[in-house]
C-alpha cells in the first residue's frame, strides 16, 4: 500500500541484492535476524525506532514455558487452545508449546536470567492456566531480554537501519523491492532481497502509535503483507489488558501485569465487592469491569472517568509482608515515585487496548501465503485464535522468529533461484 506524496522519482538502481530483509526490531524481529545470520551474512534489519523502542522492551508478566513437575507441552497448548476458543491453527500451537524449553534454554544462552530459587525456575501462575508456568525476569521481563537481543544482534555484526520506515513493498523478480524512508535522508532508500520476514507488530492504533516520528504516516505490517497479496485473517480483532491505570494520572495507560493477580490481587468495585473472578480470561475480565462500571458499581475519578479497585495489598496478605516489594520492585517504586504506596494502597483501573490477534497467515515454516514472504509475532493469526494468554506473546515472537529467519533464509540460499 504505497504512499504516492513519498514515492518521490526517479528511484535510485539497485545493484546489491540481499539475501534477507527483516522489517522490525522487536524481540521476533531480532530473533529472525540472529537465526538467518547463521546461514547468511547478507541480510539487514529495518525498524522504525532503536533496537529498544519496541513492544517486546515493555513486556512486563513474564514467558510461558511448561517446567513444572506436573506439567506438560500438552497441557500448555489445550490451555492455549481452549482460551483461543480453538480458532487457532493447532499446528502452530504445537509447535509453540513443544519448543517453549527450547526457547528459554536459547534465550538463557544469549545472556538472559531467568528467576530463580534454590536453583529452579520461579514458576507463576495467570489466568487460563492450569499450572504455574509463567517464568519471570524480576518484574520486567521484556527489557532484561531485550538487552541479550540486542547484545547478541551487535555481537553478530548484522546491519540494521534504524529510524527507518517501510512505505512500500512489492514483489520484484523472484524476489522483494522495499522503498524505504529514514529520518536522516532526504531522499529513499531501496533495499531488494531474495526474502522478507514481516516482524512489524500488529495493527498500530492511533492511540498507540505516538513517538516514532519516522511512521506516522507508513503503512503497518498487516498492510504490507495486504500489498502483496498475503491472506490476512480478522485484522481489527484485538485484546484488551484488563488492568490499565487510572490513578495516579501520571501513570494513566501503564498496565499492571496479570502475575499480580496471579499473587494474590483481586477486583474490587465501588463498594469493596470482589465482582468476577480475577484470574478469568483478558476478554472475559474486561467484559466484567466494562459492565461494573456500566451498571453504576464502578469508582469515579476527577476527570469524569470510572474503573475499579485492584486489591494491591491483598498480594502481601495472601503471600507475606514485603512480598509485592520483592516481587514487584518496578512497580512499587514506580507508584511510590507519584505519591502511591502499592502495598497499602488499592490502585483504580480501567482495561485499555494493548494486542492485536489478528493478523498474516501462517505455515509451520512461518511462510505466509506469498512464497518467500515470511512473518513472526504480532502481526500474524494463527497461534493464539480469539483470545491470547499471558507470557504466549513474548513465547510466540521468538519460537516463530526464529523459525522465520531460517526458512527465509534457507529458502534464498536454494541453487535453483535465479
Known amino acids: 500500500m504505497s504512499n504516492p506524496a513519498h514515492s518521490v522519482a526517479p528511484v535510485p538502481d539497485v545493484k546489491h541484492v540481499h539475501d534477507v530483509v527483516v522489517l522490525g526490531g522487536g524481540g521476533a524481529g531480532c530473533a529472525a535476524a540472529i537465526e538467518a545470520s547463521q546461514l547468511t551474512s547478507n541480510l539487514v534489519l529495518v525498524t522504525k525506532g532503536s533496537l529498544r523502542d519496541s513492544k517486546t522492551y515493555q513486556a512486563q508478566g513474564g514467558i510461558q514455558a511448561a517446567f513444572g513437575k506436573n506439567d506438560s507441552p500438552q497441557k500448555h497448548g489445550e490451555d492455549t487452545l481452549r482460551t483461543g476458543q480453538h480458532a487457532n491453527d493447532p499446528k502452530l500451537v504445537r509447535i509453540l508449546a513443544e519448543s517453549a524449553r527450547g526457547t528459554i534454554h536459547w534465550l538463557e544462552s ?6 530463580r530459587k534454590d536453583g529452579e525456575y520461579v514458576l507463576q501462575t495467570g489466568a487460563g492456566l492450569t499450572e504455574a508456568r509463567v517464568l519471570s525476569v524480576a518484574d520486567q521481563a ?15 555484526n548484522i546491519e540494521v537501519m534504524e529510524h527507518a520506515s517501510v512505505r512500500e513493498l512489492t514483489k520484484h523478480g523472484e524476489g522483494f523491492r522495499l522503498l524505504i524512508r ?6 529513499p532508500v531501496v533495499l531488494q532481497t531474495r526474502t522478507v520476514v514481516i516482524c512489524t507488530g500488529g495493527f498500530l492504533a492511533r492511540e498507540k502509535a505516538g513517538g516514532y516520528s519516522a511512521v506516522d504516516d507508513a503503512p503497518d505490517g498487516i498492510a504490507l503483507a495486504e500489498s502483496l497479496g498475503a491472506v490476512v485473517v480478522c485484522p481489527d480483532l484485538v485484546q484488551y ?17 496479570e502475575t499480580m493477580r496471579g499473587a494474590g490481587a483481586v477486583l474490587l468495585n465501588r463498594h469493596g465487592r ?29 476527570d469524569g472517568r470510572r474503573g475499579v479497585w485492584l486489591d494491591t495489598p491483598r498480594i502481601d496478605r495472601v503471600n507475606g ?3 509485592t516489594h520483592e516481587r514487584f520492585p518496578t512497580f512499587v517504586e514506580m507508584f511510590r515515585e507519584h505519591g502511591h504506596d502499592l502495598c497499602e494502597q488499592p490502585v483504580l483501573v480501567y ?52 523459525i522465520a529467519g531460517r526458512s527465509a533464509a534457507e529458502r534464498a540460499l536454494q541453487p535453483d533461484r535465479g
Open 241 to 257: 489488558h484488563p488492568t490499565g491505570v487510572l490513578l495516579p494520572s501520571e501513570l494513566r495507560r501503564a498496565r499492571l501485569p
Open 351 to 402: 482495561p485499555v487496548l494493548h494486542y492485536s490477534l489478528g493478523g498474516v497467515q501462517l505455515d509451520e515454516h512461518a511462510e505466509t501465503t506469498v512464497p518467500g514472504c515470511f512473518a513472526a509475532g504480532e502481526v500474524t493469526w494463527g497461534v493464539h485464535g480469539k483470545e491470547r494468554l499471558m507470557g504466549n506473546s513474548l513465547l510466540d515472537i521468538f519460537v516463530f522468529g526464529r
Open 110 to 115: 544469549l545472556g538472559v536470567a531467568f528467576d
Open 182 to 187: 529514514t529520518t536522516d535522508r532526504a531522499e
Open 321 to 323: 509482608r514485603g512480598f
Open 142 to 156: 521484556g527489557k532484561g531480554i531485550v538487552a541479550a537481543l540486542v547484545n547478541e544482534t551487535r555481537r553478530r
Open 274 to 302: 470482589e465482582f468476577v473472578d480475577s484470574l478469568t480470561t483478558r476478554n472475559a475480565l474486561t467484559q466484567a469491569i466494562v459492565e461494573e462500571c456500566q451498571s453504576g458499581n464502578g469508582v469515579d475519578t476527577p
